[in-house]
């Protein structure tokens, strides 16, 4: 699972609904991506992006982003090819995504994370 | 135009116990999408989701003939998403990953998917076959559909209308006998099946 996932989902818990509650992520294995870099693309996905949960997760994973991104940013290729880096060249092998409201996990096992409820 | 298509023979018998594997309305959805390409092009969509991905073959054949997108690939048979994770892999699919998730139980994705598709459970069954079915999680929940088949359409219906964005469409397989769903039929006699229909749908069933 890459970065762009993660700020795809969010606590589907019952006691979260409505809440559109962002998930933390506790990485486990990290592998690097081989995808080639596309500027048009990742322009298109900021505008779908929730931007300060990729900050967050970013952070979490030692890679530190401005607080918000401007039309002139856009021009900044050397700014946008990281921005794609971290977003789609991150692969989350392990790990877990927690809920900050009601604590609830989810595992990520072999790059896929299952959000299905675990009771079979 | 060249059409790409999609490796499948890494899927074998066990396999197919355990997952919905490609079948005669597998291909006639990948025929109808891949017959619509210049549209999706010209949509340039960002984001492309598959809601039941079973094997992956829908949306490995989409993503193998579309660049400049990201795909997602969800499914509530844990099997199904291992399977597609595979298929993404044996046809060298990057811009992809797959998740296991009910759709039904809220998704982060209002306003922001450019394209859905999906092919329903949509077998005429009991409304408790259906939800026993679902509730299992596995190669069951790929095939009842509930009262007129169209208990899960119905649902997922409402849950796309949300999550598409202003220009964002829909393709959605059924049977004729499951009712109509607006749109634009997609199958010609040619590329069509007795009984199934391929439709492409805008957000909210607006005419465009």
């Known amino acids: 699972m890459r970065l762009v996932t993660l700020n795809l989902l969010m606590c589907n818990s019952e006691e979260c609904s409505g809440r559109n509650q962002a998930l933390t ?29 990729f900050v967050n997760a970013a952070l979490r994973l030692g890679h530190e982003l401005p607080d918000n991104i401007t039309e002139a940013d856009h021009q900044n290729s050397e700014l946008i090819q990281r921005i794609f880096d971290i977003l789609f060249n991150v692969e989350i092998q392990t790990g877990e995504l927690l809920c900050p409201n009601c604590n609830r996990t989810y595992p990520i096992e072999k790059g896929i994370p299952n959000m299905l409820p675990q009771d079979h | 135009m060249n059409i790409k298509e999609v490796k499948l023979s890494h899927i074998k018998k066990d396999d197919r116990k355990k997952v919905y594997p490609p079948s005669q309305d597998t291909f006639i959805l990948i025929d109808a999408i891949l017959n ?7 949509l ?36 199904a998403v291992k399977l597609t994770q595979r298929t993404f892999c044996e046809n060298r699919i990057e811009m992809a990953d797959v998740v296991g998730i ?4 809220g998704l982060n994705l209002r306003n922001k998917v450019d394209v859905v598709i999906c092919n329903p459970p949509y077998v005429t069954s009991t409304r408790e076959e259906y939800l026993e079915c679902q509730n299992n999680r596995d190669i069951s929940s790929s095939c009842p559909g509930g009262e007129n088949g169209r208990e899960f359409i119905d649902e997922l219906l409402r849950v796309v209308d949300g999550i598409l964005s202003e220009n964002g469409v829909l393709y959605l397989l059924y049977e004729e006998e499951n009712g109509q769903f607006g749109g634009i039929n997609l199958l010609t006699e040619r590329t069509g099946c007795e009984g199934l229909c391929v439709i492409r749908r805008n957000k909210n069933n607006q005419t465009k």
């Not at chain 1, 080639?36 to 900021?46: A, G, K, P, S």
């Not at chain 2, 598959?50 to 844990?78: H, P, Q, R, T, Y």
């Open chain 1, 25 to 53: 992520l506790n990485p486990g294995e990290i592998t690097p991506g081989t995808t080639q870099f596309n500027h048009d693309l990742t322009i298109r996905m900021l505008g779908k992006l929730d931007w300060l949960a």
């Open chain 2, 44 to 79: 340039n969509p960002t984001i492309v989701l598959e809601i039941g991905v079973g094997s992956g073959a829908v949306i490995s054949s989409l993503a193998l003939n579309l660049d400049n997108a990201f795909f997602l690939g969800f499914d509530i048979n844990i099997d």
């Open chain 2, 36 to 42: 619509d390409i210049e549209y999706i092009k010209a």
């Open chain 2, 102 to 105: 009910d759709i039904l139980k």
